[in-house]
Structures are given as C-alpha cells and as structure tokens.
C-alpha cells in the first residue's frame, strides 16, 4: 500500500470498538476559554490554482504566504488560526488524496513546520480542518479498489455496490458520496480501519503543532463515530480541541454521543443577519434563548461568516447594521471565529454553481499595507469589541437574558461568573433611548449616551452600546 493508503503506525487496527464505552468528561481544554480564531482558507488566501493539473506541477511554496499576517491576527486580537484544507487534494480541498502530506500547491512540511513555529512564537493556536467524511476520487484506497474489484482490501473503507453479473476490470461499483457530488466518495464509517487512519491522521499532524481539529461535514458521519476515535487521540494530546461541523439537527445530543468539544453555531449565524434585514429582533431572542440551552452542554462555536456562506457585508440590506452583528457576535457565550477579510468588511456573493465559492476565498495582498482604506474601521470595530471581550472572559459561557424587546429595538444582559453586561441595539434610523438596568452604570464600548438622571441609554440611528459597572 502506498504511503497515503497506510495504516496507522501506533494504532492496532480493530481495537478501536473496545473504546465506544468509555465515558468522556463534556469538557474543552482550558485554554478554548480564550480563544477567538482568525479563519483562513489558504488555497485561495494564497492564489493557488484550482483543479487536478495543478498538482502535476513541482511544489509551490506559499504557505509562508500566512506568516506576514499573524502579526495582524494578534493585532485584531484572535488568539488563533484556523486553517482551512491543507493536505494534498484534487480541487478545493475537501476532495482529500492524502492526509500525510501538504497539498503541493501550498508547500511541503518544512512550509507547514515553520508556519507553525511562526504562529507559535506570537502565542496564536493552530485549527486543522479535517475533511473525514469523504474522500477524493484520487485517494489511493478508492483507486486501488477500481484496480482490484471486490477482493481489495481496502473495499471495506467505502460504501460500494458491484454488479449482479460479476466484476469487469475496468468498471466501475457504484458507491457512495457526499450529497451527490460523485468526486467525493464517501467513506464507510462502521469500517473499524477507518477509524484508526482517522485516528492516526488526528495524532500525526497534533504532533507536528496543530492543537486541535475542525470536522468537516461532521453532520453526515455517525455522531458514534467519533467517540472511540476522540478517545484515542485524547489519549496521546488531552488537550486538543475538535469541532464538529453542524448545520442543523440536535446540537447538544450530537456533542453528548459524539463527545466533540464544540459545534457551528448556524441557527445563531443565520438568526443575526435575519433578524438585522426583516427588522425583526424576535427571531434573535429565539435563537439567544436556545443559545443559552446549548451552553449547558457545551460552548458552540460563533461566528457570522465563513468560507461556505455570502459574506457578512454582502448578506446585510443595510451596511449601517453591520456593527449590530459584530456586537452580538463578541458579547454572547460561545467561541468566536472571525472569517478572513470580515474583519475588512470584504464583500462576496456565494453562487450555486461550479467555482461558486471563488468570490467568498479571495486571494489577500503580500502584506496588510496592500489592504484598501475603506475596510480599516471596521478591523477597528472588531478590536474595539475584541479588546471589550478580552476584559471579561467569562463572556465565554454568559447567558444572555433579553430586557426589552420590540422589532427594532433589543436590550439584553450578558451574565457569567464575572459580572453583568448589557447590551444595546437599534435597528432603526430612528434615535431610541431604551432602558438598562441600575448596575449598567457607564458606556463602555460603542457611541450610546447613558442618561443621567434615568436608568436609559440613548441611541442614535442604527446604533449601539455596551455597557457595565466601570470602564
């Protein structure tokens, strides 16, 4: 078997079912408590070439192309960097061809080792994104399977139907994929084998310096899956961090039988930019209620964009709401990620179609001196809101509880062990003066007006406050 098709080297193949019983404790390393991650795509932060012919070509090495930007990250206040695929693919990465390797359109291990050291020295985390639930159709396993037919060992790892009269060689089985995209063939997760390779992939790349993983489309990979698998690499690096790709269905009970740290938090990234664009504040209050129900069983991972999704400033009808977004994004429970160029108020459009996801995976300048003018208040904002979180890490697990609500106007409370916060919101052109509790003493971020003689904040059109006990 060829190098990418190996099994794993520490991991006895088959003893990871032994595993599925053993009980792991629902929590997140205590470092996540202040993380906040800067998400990169890098085949598209680099300008790399899409498509199989690239690959052909000699080693190109611009991962280091990162590396004059995490002084940038850190100045925006992220703790971390959360990377895209970088392993060897056929297109956009998510068609993984081998997990051992650094896609050669970005570099090699040297390029990835000294990317970490980099991130390393400015104290920034490292997020891997793990593409698990499928393959490409370049994967060794999935060819040596069309080479062989039925008797490969390796046609357990995937899902395969043969024909009724015998296999030719040449043919093809039909087999599962991801969603109907037939170059991504879905891998068998009853298999115990994959299990192990997931495993020794997990442990191959922590050990180099990543500190933990994104599951890509963990939502189509049995939430039992991961359990004995997590168990192991938890067992080699307790402190690694994994997050699950979740779109829909039962959060909580997903975190409690995969034991995964943490899930996307999509029902919130969809409730904030709906709630700013139908002028209707009633659809965030729902979703910060349920919100409050996931923290009791893990801290979701926040965001209002990514590399999937129409950016932030495209999605919004009215750019003057942005800052709302950005406000709840940075005051609620959770683990925020900010997507690269959002914090620049980058525009783009995602489109149903091939190449559709090109406008929301740019290409950034050499250096952040190469940024255009226009988008520089906005990475304030961020910082001004980094820098207000920063200050009160127990926002980290706050519950939010909403005060006054109305279609336009929103005030809730940001609670945790550490204190109070209140926040305020006004989704209308309008001026409001909206009322605060007694403990919301003074301003401490954003452009209201405390009133002096009531307990009320003033708002101009479309603005905010947050405020607390002391600056």
């Keep these: 078997m060829t190098k990418n098709f190996r099994r794993p080297r520490s991991i006895v193949v088959g003893t990871l079912g032994s595993l599925t019983e053993r009980r792991i404790p629902m929590t997140e390393p205590s470092w996540v408590q202040h993380a906040l991650w800067w998400q990169v795509y890098p085949l598209g932060f680099v300008g790399a070439e899409p498509g199989w012919e690239a690959l052909k070509q000699p080693v190109a090495h611009r991962l280091g192309q990162l590396i004059p930007w995490l002084d940038y990250v850190v100045e925006l206040g992220a703790s971390g960097l959360a990377l895209g695929p970088v392993f060897s693919s056929e297109t956009h990465g998510y068609d993984t061809t081998d997990y051992y390797r650094i896609d050669p359109r970005l570099g090699d291990d040297a390029d990835f080792d000294e990317l970490i050291t980099q991130a390393q020295a400015r104290g920034l985390r490292v997020l891997l994104d793990g593409v698990f639930n499928h393959v490409g159709r370049g ?144 659809e965030l209050s729902s979703a910060l209620e349920r919100h409050n129900g996931f923290l009791d069983t893990f801290v979701p991972l926040t965001f209002v964009g990514n590399h999937d999704v129409t950016r932030l400033a495209s999605r919004l009808i009215n750019p003057d709401h942005l800052p709302l977004a950005l406000t709840v994004l940075l005051t609620i429970g959770g683990t925020p990620c900010i997507y690269y160029g959002d914090e620049q108020a980058f525009r783009g459009i995602k489109e149903d179609r091939a190449g559709g996801d090109d406008a929301i995976r740019p290409a950034f300048p050499a250096t952040p001196t190469g940024l255009s003018q226009a988008g520089w208040p906005v990475y304030h904002l961020h910082q001004e809101l980094i820098s207000l979180r920063r200050r009160h890490p127990w926002l980290h697990r706050a519950r939010t509880t909403v005060r006054t609500l109305s279609n336009e106007h929103l005030v809730y409370g940001a609670s945790g062990n550490g204190g ?50 002391t600056r």
Aim: aromatic content about 14%.
């Design 420 to 469: 109070t916060l209140t926040v305020a919101l006004n989704l209308s052109a309008a001026p409001a003066e909206l009322p605060v509790p007694f403990s919301a003493a003074a301003v401490l971020a954003g452009h209201g007006k405390k009133h002096p003689d009531r307990n009320t904040v003033n708002l101009s059109g479309y603005g905010w406050a947050v405020l607390g006990n």
């Design 139 to 282: 994967f060794p396993a999935f060819q040596q399977v069309l080479a062989e037919g039925p008797q490969s060992p390796a046609a357990s790892w995937f899902g395969l139907t043969w024909p009724e009269s015998g296999w030719v060689p040449g043919s093809e089985p039909g087999y599962e994929d991801f969603e109907g995209h037939r170059h991504l063939v879905a891998l068998n997760h009853a298999e115990p084998e994959v299990g192990a390779y997931v495993a020794d992939v997990m442990q191959h790349w922590l050990g180099r310096g990543a500190d933990g993983w994104r599951l890509d489309a963990a939502y189509a990979v049995p939430a039992s899956f991961w359990k004995p698998v997590l168990a192991e690499v938890r067992r080699a690096y307790p402190e690694a961090y994994f997050l699950g790709e979740y779109i829909h269905g039962d959060y909580a009970e997903e975190v409690r039988t995969s034991t995964l740290d943490s899930v996307t938090q999509y029902e919130l990234w969809k409730a904030v930019w709906s709630s700013l664009n139908d002028a209707n504040f009633y």
